[in-house]
């Protein structure tokens, strides 16, 4: 069965410093993967994805991530923080044997950037 | 553009009061059209998906259905409310092809508190 874990339930950091938000996961097949970011009392706004292609995809608001398929990881960056990023990150995987068109999502991490 | 609405914003009903939830997408055709619940501010779990005009797969059986009378409309309804339908429900919908690289896009979503 397929399936995505984030083993951080909330991450800190410093404004300025670099950030990451891991992501793990387990499908048979190759991957398609997604990161979305959630503000508090907000819906999920899509930030990246990866299909194919280059192992590091570039998002929205400076936002990116690597795609490792030996550790079977999609851990989420940006260079520096700003305090607007705090809110609740959601990694979620689709895998490509599964015909309908569901997505498993991770259960979130929570960003805190302090000033 | 395409844009998904979500109404009502927030809803209080008592226990045992019927619920409709309505979800609707403009600028788009076909849409595949999900319904979605998030307890307690984490994890999502998927309640319903569509591909088509009344088609419609429930993945867990619970108190809730759904229904999709119209392309781009998506209902969400009980007969009946309990305490522990309460949550914040996120409507989301995806490209008509169903490919699995499809990105979902999620509307404003409904909190709902069952008293």
């Known amino acids: 069965a397929q399936s995505v874990a984030q083993p951080e339930d909330q991450v800190n950091v410093a404004e300025g410093n670099p950030l990451t938000v891991k992501c793990t996961y387990s499908?048979?097949?190759?991957?398609?993967l997604f990161w979305y970011v959630q503000y508090p009392n907000r819906g999920l706004q899509f930030l990246l994805k990866?299909?194919?292609?280059?192992?590091l995809v570039k998002g929205s608001y400076g936002f990116e991530a690597e795609f490792n398929k030996s550790q079977t990881s999609f851990h989420l960056k940006k260079p520096s923080a700003l305090v607007s990023d705090s809110a609740l990150y959601f990694c979620?995987?689709?895998?490509?044997?599964?015909?309908?068109?569901?997505?498993?999502f991770g259960t979130g991490t929570r960003l805190q950037v302090f000033p | 553009s395409q844009t998904i609405h979500q109404w009502p914003a927030t809803l209080v009903q008592p226990v045992g009061s019927p619920l409709s939830l309505e979800c609707t997408v403009e600028?788009?055709?076909?849409?595949?059209l999900y319904w979605y619940r998030q307890a307690a501010g984490r994890g999502l779990q998927l309640l319903f998906y569509?591909?088509?005009?009344?088609?419609i797969s429930s993945e867990v059986p619970q108190n809730l259905s759904a229904s999709r009378p119209q392309d781009r409309q998506f209902i969400l309804s009980s007969k009946k409310l309990l305490l522990s339908d309460s949550g914040f429900y996120l409507c989301?919908?995806?490209?008509?092809?169903?490919?699995?690289?499809?990105?979902?896009?999620f509307g404003p979503g409904t909190r709902l508190t069952v008293l």
């Open positions: 989301a919908w995806s490209g008509w092809r169903g490919a699995s690289t499809d990105t979902q896009y």
């Open positions: 499908v048979s097949g190759n991957p398609y």
């Open positions: 990866y299909i194919t292609g280059d192992n």
């Open positions: 979620a995987v689709r895998g490509i044997s599964y015909n309908t068109d569901k997505l498993i």
């Open positions: 600028g788009t055709s076909n849409p595949n």
């Open positions: 569509s591909v088509g005009i009344g088609q």
